[in-house]
Every structure is written in C-alpha cells, then in structure tokens.
T-cell receptor, first 109, second 114 residues
Framework: GQNIDQPTEMTATEGAIVQINCTYQ??????LFWYQQHAGEAPTFLSY??LDGLEEKGRFSSFLSRSKGYSYLLLKELQMKDSASYLC??????????WGAGTKLIIKP | NAGVTQTPKFRVLKTGQSMTLLCAQD?????MYWYRQDPGMGLRLIHY???????AKGEVPDGYNVSRLKKQNFLLGLESAAPSQTSVYFC?????????????FGEGSRLTVL
C-alpha cells in the first residue's frame, strides 16, 4: 500500500528553528509537495521537490532524498503566524497525490 | 481575486437527504478536484475532472456524484447523505496535472450529517 508518515504534533519556540519530517512509501514517485493549513482554512502551497537536495524559499526550506523516501520541511526564525498544520503529499506514478495526515505545529512565545 | 469559491460554507443534513456542493474557479484551470478531510487522516480524493465534460473517480467515490458541465464549475452531489459523510470538503483546481502544478484550494465546506 501507499503510505505517508508525519509526526502528529510538534511544539517549538518563537524565533527558533523546527524540522518537520515526512517519510513515504508510494507506487512510484513524481514529486513531493508541502502545504500549510491554518486551522479552519484551506491548504496553501509551500514547496515542491522532485530532485534530491534542498530547496530554499525565504524562511522555509524543503529537502528530499528519494533513495530514503524522506523529506523534511525546515522553518527558521519561527513566528507565531507559523502555527498551522503542515501537509506532506507525494505524487505517485499515476500523478495522483497521496497525502499525509499533517503535522500540527504549535509555536510558543 | 476570487480564485476558488465553494458554496455553501456550512450545512447540516439529516440522514437520507440530498445536497449539492458548488465549486467555481475563475483561473481558467483545466483540472478540478473534490477532497474530503477528516481528523487524523490525509486529504482523500473523491472525484476529479481533467476538463469540461469529464469526470473520474478518486480514492473514495462511493456515495458521491459529480458533474463538470462548464469549465469553471465542478459540482459534488450527495444523493442520500449518511453520517459517515460528515466531513470538511475541499475543492481544488490546478492548471496542469502532475509535475510542479500546485493545487489552489477553496475555503472548504463543513458538512454535518445527523
């Protein structure tokens, strides 16, 4: 079967750095997405990785290792507004998105 | 910019009732999707469309029907609602399928079936 694993919840301090991991087992791989979802709102796109390595976008970076079936989202200089759920999704061989259950990130002052 | 708009935002149904959720997008996207989101689970694809007049089943299509008569609209119907269909429903659209094509989501429709 296809599976995406993420921690259910994480807590971090304002101004700090946090790394949210995602491991996957899917039928093929055609890219990995990270989305941010604030409570009661729609998911919004953060990043896309299809090749191994690190993609940096401002305070957010996303890393991919296809051989390990592993990705992480790195958030730097955490702000209170970063409190949200972070969704990992993998595009399989049929270009269907398989979604993880999301990681709820709680930022404390 | 409207983007993707869903109506209604909230609805309470009794078991056996029917209803339709409307999704409208103004970005001229070919691809549209209906997902449901339940606590502790990832988004699950109900149905999708790759263009006007086309629809296809996703991961959890049972109990739902869809139509895409116009490119900008994607309707999700529940013919006989069941408590198991209590969920938050998200519509999404994308300009391309596959690759880096990000999904643009509507604000969600929260449905409760009693």
């Amino acid at each position: 079967g296809q599976n995406i694993d993420q921690p259910t919840e994480m807590t971090a301090t304002e101004g700090a750095i946090v790394q949210i991991n995602c491991t996957y087992q899917t039928s093929g791989f055609n890219g990995l997405f990270w989305y941010q979802q604030h409570a009661g709102e729609a998911p919004t796109f953060l990043s896309y990785n299809v090749l191994d390595g690190l993609e940096e976008k401002g305070r957010f970076s996303s890393f991919l290792s296809r051989s390990k079936g592993y990705s992480y989202l790195l958030l730097k200089e955490l702000q209170m507004k970063d409190s949200a759920s972070y969704l990992c999704a993998v595009q399989d061989s049929n270009y269907q998105l398989i979604w993880g259950a999301g990681t709820k990130l709680i930022i404390k002052p | 910019n409207a983007g993707v708009t869903q109506t209604p935002k909230f609805r309470v149904l009794k078991t056996g009732q029917s209803m339709t959720l409307l999704c409208a997008q103004d970005m001229n996207h070919e691809y549209m999707y209906w997902y449901r989101q339940d606590p502790g689970m990832g988004l699950r694809l109900i149905h999708y469309s790759v263009g006007e007049g086309t629809t296809a089943k996703g991961e959890v299509p049972d109990g739902y029907n869809v139509s895409r008569l116009k490119k900008q609209n994607f309707l999700l119907g529940l013919e006989s609602a069941a408590p198991s269909q209590t969920s938050v429903y998200f519509c999404a659209s994308s300009p391309i399928a596959g690759g880096p094509g990000e999904l643009f989501f509507g604000e969600g429709s929260r449905l409760t079936v009693l």
